[in-house]
């Protein structure tokens, strides 16, 4: 199965140990994104199956760059990682499209659980 993954989030450090931790537990094609800007080009190129979005990140309105992620890739199933427990984030998040939430410091889980569903019942290409 060759799975593939955006990871937008401003940090360069985060990136690169999700993209690492990513390639090792199956995905076949990790893309970075550091903007809104390069997250949108990212997802016209790569067309990812799953697509992990942080929220948190200064100068981003996660309801929208979901949204046009989602729109984007219809297909790609989305987790937001959303400031601290805010469910007003979390509802908005999931309104624009993520299917999974979390907080920063829960993104690890989250993520395994979207490579599990993917994994489950991969999306159609």
């Known amino acids: 199965m060759s799975l593939s993954l955006l990871i937008v989030d401003d940090g360069a450090l985060a990136r690169h140990v999700l993209k690492h931790l990513m390639s090792r537990e199956g995905f076949a094609t990790v893309v970075g994104a550091g903007s809104v800007a390069e997250a949108l080009a990212a997802a016209r190129v ?3 199956d799953a ?3 942080d929220t948190t990140d200064e100068g981003v309105d996660g309801p929208d760059l979901i949204a046009a992620l989602s729109k984007l890739c219809p297909d790609a199933r ?5 400031p601290g427990d805010d ?3 979390a509802a908005a998040a999931r309104h624009a499209g993520a299917e999974f939430t979390c907080d920063a410091p829960g993104a690890a889980p989250v993520v395994a659980e979207l490579l599990s569903a993917l994994q489950a019942a991969p999306v159609a290409l």
């Open 51 to 53: 697509i992990l979005v």
């Open 78 to 82: 989305i987790a937001a990682v959303i």
């Open 46 to 48: 790569v067309r990812p």
């Open 87 to 89: 469910t007003r984030a």
